[in-house]
């Protein structure tokens, strides 16, 4: 009689999430149990409505030339709700000089660099990885045309987080784990064992997927693995601000014809970037108006995190006015922060992930996965989250 696996998953974000899927498609007699410390899945990864505004809390889109986000939705089977963004608005601007000018054509605005963070990701035109580090850095693409690179990213009809809706809707509910944050992670021969806080019984598992950050990721294994907990601690991460501000168009003298802009470090400006999510996708804002998310801190930044709401509030104002005539008060106006949410890809990390690995690779039942390792965007976490559970189950 075979035996049924008993398989550990910590953190319910996106990633966490993609991994439990793929276990419950790839072996779904398996006993799995999705440790999420806080009360809700899905990560930062999440849409709410407001006064007739859908607004995104993090990434509004994914790209979709590579395979994964695409392939899970179509799994899912809301492959049918996925929308273009709008192909009249396809660019990009740049801050020079205090104006907004274009993107030349024929150019990346951003390419995949090192820093890359999920938020500054979808701050201007949509671009998958893109981040203030890079925004000097404008790559050539010759064989890409700007409007052709925007087409590539989509999303729910109903928002980014309708994905979270759609694969909690396909677990087995007596998998998920709400409000059980790992105290403490320890292996002994070919079992692992998961302790919870608040004083919670121990239970064992033949083996654990990690999909939670390279801070968590590196307290939990140090129990286990001291160079592997320290290889984890090697990636720094950054914090992120993101201002929603929804305007009529009448208070805004700018025709917003484009998806955003981004400010480039050398205009010593306070905001990082806007993107204008209801000219990228339709129904993100009633009619007549315009919902503007604009982002602040990030790791050259990292002050402007910590200001309060009123002063966010009048930094973007300020902001917004000057650059694209914004006029008086939002009908809506919130915060949003992601405290060292963000993983930096400094020179090196291809190499420490791929040692990361290895040295995962000598525990039996130990899977890595998560944002810290090969990209932000939403795609590569969903990768690497479905490629742990292949493992798991080798």
Same mark, same amino acid.
């Given at each position: 009689?075979?035996?049924?696996?008993?398989?550990?998953?910590?953190?319910?974000?996106?990633?966490?999430?993609? %991994?439990?899927?793929? =276990?419950? +498609?790839?072996? &779904? @007699? #398996?006993?799995?149990?999705?440790?999420? !410390?806080? /009360?809700?899945?899905?990560?930062?990864?999440?849409?709410?409505?407001?006064?007739?505004?859908?607004?995104?809390?993090?990434?509004?889109?994914?790209?979709?030339?590579?395979?994964?986000?695409?392939?899970?939705?179509?799994?899912?089977?809301?492959?049918?709700?996925?929308?273009?963004?709008?192909?009249?608005?396809?660019?990009?601007?740049?801050?020079?000089?205090?104006?907004?000018?274009?993107?030349? %054509?024929?150019?990346? =605005?951003? +390419?995949?660099? &090192? @820093? #890359?963070?999920?938020?500054?990701?979808? !701050?201007? /035109?949509?671009?998958?990885?893109?981040?203030?580090?890079?925004?000097?850095?404008?790559?050539?693409?010759?064989?890409?045309?700007?409007?052709?690179?925007?087409?590539?990213?989509?999303?729910?009809?109903?928002?980014?987080?309708?994905?979270?809706?759609?694969?909690?809707?396909?677990?087995?509910?007596?998998?998920?784990?709400?409000?059980?944050?790992?105290?403490?992670?320890?292996?002994?021969?070919? %079992?692992?064992?998961?302790?919870?806080?608040?004083?919670?019984?121990?239970?064992?598992?033949?083996?654990?997927?990690? /999909?939670?950050?390279?801070?968590?990721?590196?307290?939990?294994?140090?129990?286990?693995?001291?160079?592997?907990?320290?290889?984890?601690?090697?990636?720094?991460?950054?914090?992120?601000?993101?201002?929603?501000?929804?305007?009529?168009?009448?208070?805004?003298?700018?025709?917003?014809?484009?998806?955003?802009?981004?400010?480039?470090?050398?205009?010593?400006?306070?905001?990082?970037?806007?993107?204008?999510?209801?000219?990228?996708?339709?129904?993100?804002?009633?009619?007549?108006?315009?919902?503007?998310?604009?982002?602040?801190?990030?790791?050259?930044?990292?002050?402007?995190?910590?200001?309060?709401?009123?002063?966010?509030?009048?930094?973007?104002?300020?902001?917004?006015?000057?650059?694209?005539?914004?006029?008086?008060?939002?009908?809506?106006?919130?915060?949003?922060?992601?405290?060292?949410?963000?993983?930096?890809?400094?020179?090196?990390?291809?190499?420490?992930?791929?040692?990361?690995?290895?040295?995962?690779?000598?525990?039996?039942?130990?899977?890595?996965?998560?944002?810290?390792?090969?990209?932000?965007?939403?795609?590569?976490?969903?990768?690497?989250?479905?490629?742990?559970?292949?493992?798991?189950?080798?």
């Amino acid at each position: 009689m075979a035996i049924r696996r008993r398989i550990a998953i910590i953190g319910g974000g996106i990633t966490g999430l993609a %991994a439990a899927h793929r =276990l419950s +498609t790839l072996e &779904p @007699a #398996a006993e799995v149990a999705l440790f999420e !410390a806080s /009360a809700k899945l899905g990560g930062i990864l999440q849409t709410v409505r407001a006064d007739g505004y859908l607004i995104e809390q993090s990434a509004d889109s994914f790209v979709t030339n590579v395979p994964w986000g695409m392939e899970l939705c179509r799994e899912l089977g809301i492959a049918d709700e996925l929308i273009p963004t709008d192909a009249a608005r396809r660019r990009a601007m740049v801050v020079s000089n205090g104006k907004l000018v274009p993107v030349p %054509a024929g150019f990346q =605005l951003l +390419t995949p660099a &090192p @820093a #890359a963070t999920l938020m500054q990701s979808h !701050a201007a /035109a949509g671009e998958e990885a893109s981040t203030q580090p890079g925004v000097g850095n404008v790559g050539a693409s010759p064989d890409q045309s700007a409007g052709a690179r925007y087409g590539l990213f989509t999303a729910p009809r109903e928002g980014m987080g309708r994905l979270v809706e759609a694969l909690i809707a396909k677990l087995p509910a007596s998998w998920i784990r709400l409000d059980s944050p790992v105290e403490r992670l320890e292996h002994a021969g070919r %079992a692992w064992r998961i302790t919870l806080g608040g004083g919670r019984q121990s239970e064992t598992f033949n083996g654990v997927i990690m /999909a939670v950050g390279a801070p968590t990721a590196a307290k939990l294994l140090g129990s286990v693995d001291a160079e592997l907990a320290a290889g984890f601690a090697k990636i720094p991460y950054a914090g992120s601000t993101i201002a929603l501000s929804g305007y009529k168009l009448d208070q805004i003298t700018d025709p917003l014809d484009c998806f955003g802009f981004v400010v480039p470090d050398i205009e010593r400006r306070d905001i990082l970037a806007a993107s204008f999510s209801s000219r990228k996708f339709p129904g993100r804002a009633p009619e007549g108006c315009v919902l503007i998310r604009t982002f602040l801190g990030g790791a050259l930044r990292p002050d402007l995190v910590a200001r309060t709401d009123d002063e966010i509030r009048a930094i973007v104002g300020r902001e917004l006015g000057e650059l694209i005539g914004a006029r008086g008060e939002p009908q809506l106006f919130q915060v949003r922060r992601w405290h060292g949410a963000m993983p930096q890809y400094h020179l090196g990390h291809v190499a420490l992930v791929a040692q990361l690995e290895a040295l995962a690779a000598r525990y039996e039942g130990l899977a890595l996965a998560g944002n810290a390792l090969r990209g932000v965007g939403v795609p590569q976490c969903i990768r690497t989250g479905r490629e742990a559970a292949e493992r798991m189950l080798k």
